[in-house]
Nanobody, 124 residues
């Protein structure tokens, strides 16, 4: 079992930047993929970005391409999401997830481990 802990959420104005972190602990040896999801209040959860831990391949939702960057620090077992040019529609609870047979697919139900989430609020 992998334990995931997100941090870095907050409130800011549109156009600003924020970096989220997700630190993994526990049985991380066989982890293959980590990803970020988000869920706006009253809306469905969506995949934001994913990261293959073996070769660093990344995938992004169209809504965040060019603005968000996913990265991973092996030494710290930490996944990051650098969010630039934030918009009010980026407001959501952001969740970290780990381990899935299809990293590129960004399907929440296919992941094995999940964090508790961190709130990001972007005001206009």
């Amino acid at each position: 079992q992998v334990h995931l802990a997100e941090s870095g959420g907050g409130s800011l104005q549109a156009g600003g930047s924020l970096r989220l972190s997700c630190t993994a602990s526990g049985n991380t040896y066989h982890s293959n993929c980590m990803a970020w999801f988000r869920q706006p209040l009253g809306k469905e959860r969506e995949g934001v970005a994913s990261f293959y831990l073996d070769d660093g391949r990344t995938y992004y939702a169209d809504s965040v391409k060019g603005r968000f960057t996913i990265s991973h620090d092996n030494a710290k077992n930490t996944l990051y999401l650098q969010m630039n040019s934030l918009k009010p529609e980026d407001t959501a609870v952001y969740y970290c997830a780990a381990d899935t047979p299809r990293c590129w697919h960004l399907d929440w139900d296919e992941f094995s481990s999940y964090g508790q989430g961190t709130q990001v609020t972007v005001s206009s």
